[in-house]
């Protein structure tokens, strides 16, 4: 989709105000925070004339005018900005030709930088330019962004402004002549009001926050400047609110100091843990903490074990006694892992068949939760999970996230060593590094086929293991006791060995790992001594957190080096890992093609991927292969390349029929 070629409206409705300012018969400036002039209009250039010179820009009044008259400006300017509101002043300027009364309208720009402000003022020293001036002063105010209201001594409204039509919904046909209670919420005491009524009359401006009520009812918060307003003999006629809708910034500001709050209430709470406490008592502990919080209902923390599944060691649901602690399904604990390493989330609850706690938390009504890594060091131990109930309070639980991040943090600093040493790493690194010493495991080769032509291409290098174990969870163990790269490295070096008995115009695929890749120096020492075309696969399940460190990477591998993606549609990473990393070969995945036939949102799938793969200049390769309607409706569907059971089983090299 292109972009739109309209102009944007805001940039139009900038230039717009610029040009009324430059050309309005007023004095208008805008000024930063250490009061250096950022903008000055040439009726302002005109009235000050030399006092401004040509140089004016990046000026400050003390560099313009006589210092007891720049300190006042001064005085002002920051009398403006501690307010946050619009406010009037009148300045006596002494000039060439004489004196001049200016009438200045100060405000903070909402739009700026921090600190800066704008003026916008009228001469009043010629008597007969007054009326004019009072015009362009009152178009000021139509158009200010916060609210304006003026009242007379009676307390009844004479005038308010559109702004002040926006925000609380009352036209001002319908305020005129109403006493301003009518947008009372009742919620303030007679107290405030009195204490208000006592500073204006006496001629003290009054300042503020108004929680009021919208013609629809809704509440909102109002900052307010209220200032007397006196004739040319000092007396008081009316008086002017300059109100500036606050209600978010309000919420805001009171949700962080109940999350300051929080935070500190947990922090001490652990810090009151007995000493020598167990991992189990001190997270249950700490869940007890977590689970007092606002909407929460249920809190845990999960310990990733070594066969890569997530078990509880601390579990609290509110009111309710602690539930039995259970293992989580492998493929659940697998998914959470892999989105832990990313950092925290938040994400709904769905039910989930076979979850050991589905019926609890769906009986509770659980509709959204919250997740933190737990972390030793930079070794991730697992999971603190809360649970709330509310499902439209999805704003309410991001703003607990960077809470729930630091309980996660103290629980991996109170328990992290003793998580370590119980499972038994030291003991896992001794079996993965007798695995490799004793090269216990077996390379087997699965063939890639032209199914056009029906005859091999390539062929897929897998390792078995020979005490049976499966080569995710037995690579996964390795990475759990950083021996990951060891064991990948041994089986690689096995895998072309073996493979020099494979035919020399077949391409060979080897299952690399992210991590291996952006080492560098280890693999280019293993396929360098190879004579033959390799292609290394990227698989879905493994975390890419650096994608330009790993183009870069490959990219040093050489030319002879190709790169494939494993696993497309598998999951959540595998269409990220095609765009970034822009393979020779994308393998479809298993998912895909079982019972393709039978499926026409699949086949419509792989006619879309068929296209992506045309238009970027990469192949596709089927994978799972497992029936002849399979084959067929892939021929069909022009995939040129596959590979599956049909076409032959992963075998050792000695038996596969050349």
Not at 425 to 433: D, S, Y
Request: charged share 25%; hydrophobic share 45%.
């Amino acid at each position: 989709m292109t972009e739109s070629a309209e102009p944007n409206f805001g940039d139009l409705m900038a230039a717009r105000l610029r040009d009324l300012m430059d050309a309005a018969p007023v004095v208008a400036f805008v000024k930063d925070a250490g009061g250096r002039y950022l903008y000055a209009n040439p009726y302002l250039l005109a009235v000050f004339g030399e006092r401004m010179g040509s140089d004016w820009y990046g000026k400050t009044d003390m560099d313009i005018w006589p210092s007891k008259v720049a300190a006042l400006l001064r005085a002002n300017d920051k009398a403006v900005l501690g307010a946050r509101g619009l406010q009037v002043f009148s300045q006596v300027m002494p000039l060439a030709g004489g004196p001049h009364t200016l009438l200045m309208l100060k405000f903070p720009l909402a739009t700026g930088g921090p600190g800066e402000l704008g003026g916008i003022g009228v001469d009043l020293t010629e008597s007969s330019k007054a009326e004019a001036e009072r015009d362009q002063l009152a178009i000021a105010v139509e158009q200010a962004a916060e609210s304006v209201m003026i009242a007379d001594l009676e307390a009844r409204i004479t005038y308010v402004n559109p702004a002040f039509e926006r925000v609380t919904g009352y036209t001002r046909d319908e305020v005129i002549g109403q006493n301003p209670r009518l947008l009372s919420s009742g919620l303030q005491p007679r107290s405030f009001f009195d204490a208000m009524w006592a500073a204006l009359t006496t001629g003290v401006p009054w300042v503020a926050d108004f929680v009021n009520r919208r013609k629809d009812g809704s509440l909102f918060t109002e900052e307010a400047v209220i200032t007397p307003i006196r004739d040319a003999s000092g007396a008081v006629t009316s008086y002017v609110a300059v109100k500036r809708d606050v209600t978010r910034e309000r919420a805001l500001a009171q949700r962080s100091d109940q999350l300051a709050r929080e935070r500190a209430l947990i922090a001490a709470a652990i810090r009151r843990l007995p000493a020598g406490g167990t991992p189990e008592s001190t997270v249950q502990a700490l869940c007890a903490q977590v689970v007092s919080l606002s909407g929460v209902s249920a809190a845990q923390l999960y310990l990733f074990e070594l066969d890569g599944r997530a078990m509880p060691i601390g579990f609290v649901v509110a009111g309710q006694p602690d539930p039995p602690q259970r293992r989580l399904p492998y493929e659940r604990s697998r998914l959470l892992r892999e989105r832990a390493a990313e950092g925290p989330w938040i994400e709904p609850w769905v039910n989930r068949p076979g979850h050991p706690y589905d019926e609890l938390l769906t009986g509770l009504g659980v509709h959204l939760a919250a997740y933190a890594p737990v972390r030793y060091g930079e070794r991730l131990v697992g999971l603190l999970v809360i649970d709330a109930l509310e499902s439209g309070d999805e704003a309410a639980m991001t703003e607990v996230l960077p809470a729930l991040v630091e309980f996660a943090d103290i629980a991996g600093a109170l328990i992290g060593h003793t998580v370590v040493e119980r499972t038994e790493v030291r003991r896992g690194r001794e079996r993965i590094q007798a695995i490799i010493g004793n090269q216990a495991f077996q390379p087997v080769f699965q063939p890639i086929v032209d199914v056009e032509r029906d005859t091999v291409v390539g062929y897929e290098a897998l390792t078995r293991f020979a005490d049976g174990v499966a080569p995710d969870v037995r690579f996964g163990e390795a990475t759990a006791v950083d021996l990951g790269q060891e064991l990948e490295t041994a089986t690689l070096r096995a895998v072309l060995a073996a493979a020099e008995g494979l035919p020399r115009d077949t391409w060979l695929n080897l299952n690399v790992s992210p991590a291996l890749i952006i080492a560098g120096e280890p693999l280019r020492a293993l396929i360098d001594g190879s004579r033959r075309q390799v292609v290394l696969e990227v698989t879905e399940h493994a975390a890419i957190t650096d994608y330009p460190a790993l183009r870069t990477a490959m990219a040093e591998l050489g030319p002879n080096v190709e790169f494939a993606v494993d696993d497309a549609g598998a999951g959540f990473a595998s269409l990220r890992h095609i765009l970034e990393l822009r393979p020779t070969f994308v393998k479809l995945d298993r998912w895909l093609v079982a019972d393709l036939q039978a499926d026409d949102a699949r086949q419509a799938m792989i006619v879309g991927l068929r296209h992506f793969a045309r238009a970027t200049g990469c192949r596709l390769i089927a994978e799972g292969i497992e029936t002849e309607d399979e084959l067929a409706i892939l021929r069909a569907l022009d995939i040129r390349l596959g590979q599956g059971y049909l076409l032959g089983r992963p075998m050792p090299v000695d038996q596969i029929r050349l």
